[in-house]
């Protein structure tokens, strides 16, 4: 998927592309609704959830 990249925030990513949303649950991200994740970019929740952002953004891409 085209359009997504690690210094978006999850918000703005959920907002744009909602299809995004199991997989950031499958990487263990399950708090996509809480207040963090609308100011928390994607390489910035990868890395407090101890995911390696650039597999993350594979998968994404793969969407």
């Known amino acids: 998927m085209t359009g997504v990249t690690k210094d978006m ?23 996509l609704g809480c207040p963090a994740s609308q100011g928390e ?13 650039d597999e993350l953004m594979k998968v994404i891409e793969e969407l």
Request: with cysteine; charged share 20%.
């Open 41 to 53: 970019t994607l390489e910035e929740a990868a890395m407090v959830h101890g995911i390696d952002v």
């Open 9 to 31: 925030t999850i918000g703005e990513i959920l907002r744009a592309n909602p299809e995004v949303a199991p997989v950031l649950l499958d990487a263990g991200m399950h708090c």
